[in-house]
């Protein structure tokens, strides 16, 4: 029997729905008896790739929520290039990134019943970067500034760029605390600074120390950029001055400068 054209479209879309279905329910992945997470983590990557998306989630699922009971290493990792990679995923089987939103929903439920509410804000906040959803970020801390301004103070620098994002620079006034936030931006430069000095490879030394004075000048110049717009000029100078005696380049120079008149440094091209 010939189909006509409109009962192979449906066919077709049937198809794929028992697909998506079928690989919805029917993993049957368990994670092994002693797992590595780097290696379930490169596995997550390849299954996607391999169209086994229900194997894809389920390891993306298990690095979540296991990788740093085995190595905590992978704090950073598992809050950037595992996200990444789980939208990516979301991008070809919906599921992903329905799952994905009720791990960020569950953490921001945490951030707003507990005591201890830093990493499940870390959590809230890095899917929401990932799922380019940061104005949810800018809510839950606009929340917690009403309802809990202790735990908002200890959140705030995670909350901070998507309240950038949000032009809440009031807000972020109220929570800046100048010496601290540089301080803070000098230990992570000096430490990127001397990891860099470890490294036996030069390509691989200069590449760490470009990076290290890029994220320096985008900070510092933040910094001064929010001292401004929230009217404390002599502090932004002070900044400026100090951020200048550690690492006195054009291209600092050259952003301080536009801080100065309260404009931010660009994004970093990823």
């Not at 729905?17 to 079928?22: M, S």
């Not at 894809?56 to 809050?79: P, S, T």
């Not at 995923?89 to 921001?108: E, H, N, Q, T, V």
Request: aromatic letters at 10%; proline letters at 6%; hydrophobic letters at 40%.
């Amino acid at each position: 029997m010939k189909l006509a054209p409109w009962q192979i479209g449906l066919l077709a879309i049937a198809i794929l729905i028992g697909c998506v279905l079928f690989s919805t329910f029917h993993t049957g992945w368990k994670p092994p008896q002693n797992p590595n997470p780097s290696e379930i983590f490169k596995e997550a990557k390849a299954d996607a790739a391999a169209g086994k998306y229900a194997d894809a989630l389920a390891k993306h699922v298990w690095f979540h929520q296991n990788a740093l009971k085995y190595d905590e290493g992978l704090y950073g990792v598992r809050l950037s290039y595992a996200l990444d990679d789980w939208v990516e995923l979301g991008a070809k089987y919906p599921p992903a990134l329905k799952k994905l939103r009720s791990i960020r929903d569950g953490a921001a439920e945490k951030v707003r019943v507990g005591k201890d509410i830093r990493e499940p804000f870390n959590d809230f906040e890095s899917i929401n970067e990932a799922l380019k959803e940061n104005n949810q970020t800018k809510d839950l801390f606009v929340w917690l500034d009403a309802t809990n301004p202790i735990a908002a103070k200890e959140v705030y620098d995670l909350a901070q760029p998507a309240l950038i994002q949000a032009k809440e620079y009031k807000l972020c006034g109220k929570y800046i605390d100048m010496a601290k936030t540089f301080d803070q931006i000098l230990y992570r430069y000096n430490t990127a600074i001397r990891v860099a000095g470890d490294k036996q490879v030069v390509e691989q030394k200069q590449a760490l120390i470009n990076l290290a004075e890029q994220s320096y000048s985008e900070d510092s110049a933040t910094l001064v950029a929010l001292l401004v717009l929230n009217e404390r000029m002599g502090d932004a100078n002070w900044v400026a001055d100090e951020a200048l005696k550690w690492l006195n380049k054009p291209e600092l120079k050259k952003e301080l400068e536009e801080a100065k008149k309260g404009q931010f440094p660009p994004p970093p091209i990823k």
